[in-house]
T-cell receptor, first 115, second 112 residues
Framework: DTGVSQNPRHKITKRGQNVTFRCDPISEHNRLYWYRQTLGQGPEFLTYFQNEAQLEKSRLLSDRFSAERPKGSFSTLEIQRTEQGDSAMYLC?????????????FGPGTRLTVL | GQQVMQIPQYQHVQEGEDFTTYCNSSTTLSNIQWYKQRPGGHPVFLIQLVKSGEVKKQKRLTFQFGEAKKNSSLHITATQTTDVGTYFCAGISNFGNEKLTFGTGTRLTIIP
């Protein structure tokens, strides 16, 4: 499978715990994006990477959230001290990123439930 | 901040009827994309529009970008059960901007 993959697909955690999600983009894609989607809403931009550099972060991304993309390949999104309001689908997307905007490919998402 | 609204929020149509969803941005867009998300699935790219007044067709789907580049529409002719899902528009406000702002989505259900 040469698409975007995300792990785990589902995560249930207790409030206050830390969680980490992983995204493996399509191999030649240098742009990687994280989104959050709650029920009945469209995806909301969280942050994006160009290769290993994190170039933009949304104001939605509080200090409890951190993302990395070491070596410009896979990316991780960590949420510290989870809150019930963090419950959502976390989507990763990637694109080639040369010569203007092109198609973004989304992964299947990680569904987080905070109890 | 930029807001992208879509109407209607929900649409139920008989199979074979046409369907249209409208997308409106609070700011001028450099380009707009459309995505389809099946129930339980992830967004899948459909198309990108860049030019003012642009119209693109994909089989039964017709996409339009407004002259002022602040609105767009997706029209499906003769809907089929495979068209079920939520359709999102997503706008980019400035050339070179990496932030894609998604609309609120229109959920389409088909009555067989």
């Amino acid at each position: 499978d040469t698409g975007v993959s995300q792990n785990p697909r589902h995560k249930i955690t207790k409030r206050g715990q830390n969680v980490t999600f992983r995204c493996d983009p399509i191999s030649e894609h240098n742009r990687l994006y994280w989104y959050r989607q709650t029920l009945g809403q469209g995806p909301e931009f969280l942050t994006y990477f160009q290769n290993e550099a994190q170039l933009e972060k949304s104001r939605l991304l509080s200090d409890r959230f951190s993302a990395e993309r070491p070596k410009g390949s896979f990316s991780t999104l960590e949420i510290q001290r989870t809150e019930q309001g963090d419950s959502a689908m976390y989507l990763c997307a990637s694109r080639v990123g040369t010569g203007g905007w092109d198609e973004q490919f989304f992964g299947p998402g990680t569904r987080l439930t905070v109890l | 901040g930029q807001q992208v609204m879509q109407i209607p929020q929900y649409q139920h149509v008989q199979e074979g009827e046409d369907f249209t969803t409208y997308c409106n941005s609070s700011t001028t867009l450099s380009n707009i994309q459309w995505y389809k998300q099946r129930p339980g699935g992830h967004p899948v790219f459909l198309i990108q529009l860049v030019k003012s007044g642009e119209v693109k067709k994909q089989k039964r789907l017709t996409f339009q970008f407004g002259e002022a580049k602040k609105n767009s529409s997706l029209h499906i002719t003769a809907t089929q059960t495979t068209d079920v899902g939520t359709y999102f528009c997503a706008g980019i406000s400035n050339f070179g901007n990496e932030k894609l702002t998604f609309g609120t989505g229109t959920r389409l259900t088909i009555i067989p």
